[in-house]
């Protein structure tokens, strides 16, 4: 590996590169369907009052309170107003209308008996209970008044948001989009899945595990098909998408091999090589291609993915407009002891227990090649730079996964 006179750039300055890279995603109209999790980029103003009309809150019958005040009472029954009635005729005095839950409250009429409390008939209805005047009956604009802004700039849109932007009749949505990056895994050793492997060759894992990720942080991900160690390869492959996305997003090819071929293809082009001090992924780059950023991680797929979260999701998010970048930490204690590289912020994989007083287990060792430890852990260990050694019950952060 590399000089060790060479100067490391620390985690925090790395993610701080990576973060001004990626600029905040324009503003564009999404179905609202189509809006789940993203940021609303403009106040949403009611076009509508919510209800729309005076409605029944009930199954039961349309009434002035004063023809039910004294009971029991029979009323004949004018008409039928189920949901969706639009031609709802007035109450004339001294009868009821059948009406249904939603369905608009007639003119004339000031309550709704449930049917509960009458003998349900359809031609004349016995009415043993009274009501007051408004009961059971939904007003117009009671949740929403028209003009109210009921959504600011910036809010994430959850499940109810998204309900409440189709009830006031919104088809689409004024929203950041999703960013776009377009993920390229490099090296002459990898065969996609379902393809014969000749000795020495690998399954490619790193594209299809960073799209992933890209996804699950709320982007859009183009995965391309990998490339050899061969730098006009890697330039055909992004040359006719790079101008389509926010982000390149490469792994492998970036360390002090022989073969580098992201290296060789970017170096003196924009992106600049760095050592940042952590373990795993040392190796970084970052920078601008064409008027495309570009964030290159190291090969070894626990490397890839750690770099992914520690560099490029909170960059993601960031440029999505959302608020909550970084995953949720918490302070635990660990099962077991620990030792980390002098001078390197590790991130080891973990298994937290909540329920055991907050106990947090390393999972596997510290080595960058062991996946399937990394596909059983739920959050990351953070050791500082200035730690060597912790013992069992020591104190560590982990961010959750
Ligand atoms: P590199 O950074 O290109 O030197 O790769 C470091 C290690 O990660 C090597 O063992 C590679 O075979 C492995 N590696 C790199 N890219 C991938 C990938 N896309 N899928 C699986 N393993 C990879
Ligand atoms: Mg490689």
Not at 3 to 29: F, I, K, M, R
Not at 164 to 180: C, E, I, K, T
Request: aromatic share 4%; hydrophobic share 45%; net charge negative.
């Amino acid at each position: 590996m590399g000089g060790v006179s060479q100067p490391l750039t620390t985690v925090a300055e790395h993610q701080a590169t990576v973060a001004a890279l990626v600029g905040t995603t324009p503003v564009v109209d999404v179905p609202t369907s189509d809006a789940l999790g993203l940021v609303l980029g403009a106040d949403l103003v009611a076009p509508v009052p919510l209800p729309l009309f005076d409605n029944s809150a009930m199954d039961g019958y349309a009434v002035r309170a004063a023809d039910v005040a004294t009971t029991p009472v029979v009323l004949p029954v004018a008409a039928d107003i189920p949901a969706g009635r639009t031609d709802v005729p007035p109450l004339e005095p001294g009868t009821a209308h059948r009406i249904m839950t939603g369905a608009p409250l007639p003119a004339g009429a000031d309550a709704v008996v449930q049917v509960e409390w009458t003998d349900a008939g359809t031609g004349e209805v016995r009415v043993d209970r009274g009501v007051v005047a408004d009961q059971n009956v939904r007003r117009a604009a009671d949740d929403v008044a028209v003009g109210t802004t009921v959504l600011r700039a910036g809010t994430r849109l959850g499940p109810a948001q998204l309900g409440l932007a189709a009830a006031l009749g919104f088809g689409a949505l004024p929203v950041r989009r999703r960013v776009r990056v377009l993920v390229l895994s490099t090296g002459s050793e990898l065969v996609a899945a379902g393809e014969p492997l000749a000795p020495g060759q690998i399954y490619e894992s790193n594209g299809v595990m960073l799209a992933a990720a890209v996804r699950e942080a709320g982007g859009e991900a183009e995965l391309l098909r990998f490339v050899p160690d061969d730098v006009a390869s890697f330039h055909a492959a992004i040359a006719d998408r790079l101008a389509a996305v926010d982000l390149l997003l490469t792994s492998g090819g970036v360390s002090a091999g022989a073969y580098e071929v992201v290296k060789d293809a970017f170096t003196g082009r924009g992106v600049e090589f760095t050592r940042v001090a952590m373990q795993p992924g040392g190796p970084q780059g970052s920078g601008r291609y064409q008027g495309v950023a570009v964030a290159t991680l190291p090969g070894n797929p626990v490397s890839a993915q750690v770099s992914f979260e520690v560099f490029v999701r909170p960059a993601l998010r960031a440029a999505m407009g959302l608020s909550d970048v970084q995953r949720p930490t918490a302070r635990a204690f660990l099962s077991a002891p620990l030792t980390s590289p002098p001078g390197r912020t590790q991130f080891r994989r973990g298994r937290y227990d909540p329920e055991s007083g907050r106990v947090v287990t390393p999972v596997g060792g510290p080595g960058s090649h062991l996946l399937s430890a990394l596909a059983l852990s739920d959050c990351l260990i953070e050791v500082p730079e200035d730690v060597t050694e912790l013992d069992a019950g020591a104190e560590v952060s982990v961010r959750f996964l």
